[in-house]
């Protein structure tokens, strides 16, 4: 189906652990981000893609990795979690400037 | 550096009142303005994009205005339904591609 999809959907890791959430669409959109949601912040942006290959840093970076090697994946790593990486992480993607749609998010709960 | 504020935080109205929601933003260099909604829990659906060349967009019973150059826009909702209850979020798009939010104005509103 088309659409962009974000997996897992809940994620539960250790405080020191390496760990990767997917974002994959399916419309060739060159623009993909992601978000972190915490209560009291709202959305803030970690990572944004333009294009593959090329990545910049958001608000919130430190302690996180992102690649686009693909126009249509773009994972966002955690090489080393902490307990304030807890969150809802959302994924997004739109076609240059215009509309930007939203994948359902991933839970991660680091204890 | 761009900065999206809301306000208010939260509005409770009862059934069948016109409201309206405002997002202001500090840096007027932006391509577009988009208006999200978020239920608990949910991911963000897209409701109405404004460019930055447009004064406002209609969608049924919502409508967005957006200028510029004071750096405002305001979402009006029409005859308020129970179902409208939900977190409205508002993001401008930098002309570095960014998508920056505000922190959103969680709507009550009662039967």
């Known amino acids: 189906d088309a659409g962009i999809t974000q997996s897992p959907r809940y994620k539960i890791t250790e405080t020191g652990r390496q760990v990767t959430l997917m974002c994959h669409q399916t419309w060739s959109h060159s623009y993909m981000f992601w978000y972190r949601q915490d209560l009291g912040h709202g959305l803030r942006l970690i990572y944004y893609?333009?294009?593959?290959?090329?990545?910049d840093k958001g608000e919130v970076p430190d302690g996180y990795v992102v690649s686009r090697s693909k126009t249509e994946n773009f994972p966002l790593t955690l090489e080393s979690a902490t307990r304030s990486q807890t969150s809802v992480y959302f994924c997004?993607?739109?076609?240059?400037?215009?509309?930007?749609?939203f994948g359902q998010g991933t839970r991660l709960t680091v204890v | 550096k761009q900065e999206v504020t809301q306000i208010p935080a939260a509005l409770s109205v009862p059934e069948g009142e016109n409201l309206v929601l405002n997002c202001s933003f500090t840096d007027s260099a932006i391509y577009n303005l988009q208006w999200f909604r978020q239920d608990p829990g949910k991911g963000l659906t897209s409701l109405l994009l404004i460019q930055s060349s447009q004064r406002e967009q209609t969608s049924g019973r919502l409508n967005a205005s957006l200028d510029k150059s004071s750096g405002r826009s305001t979402l009006y909702i029409a005859a308020s339904q129970p179902g409208d209850s939900a977190t409205y979020l508002c993001a401008v798009r930098n002309q570095g591609g960014k998508l920056i939010f505000g922190q959103g104005t969680e709507l009550s509103v009662k039967p």
């Open positions: 997004a993607s739109s076609d240059g400037t215009h509309k930007a749609f």
């Open positions: 893609s333009a294009a593959a290959d090329i990545t």
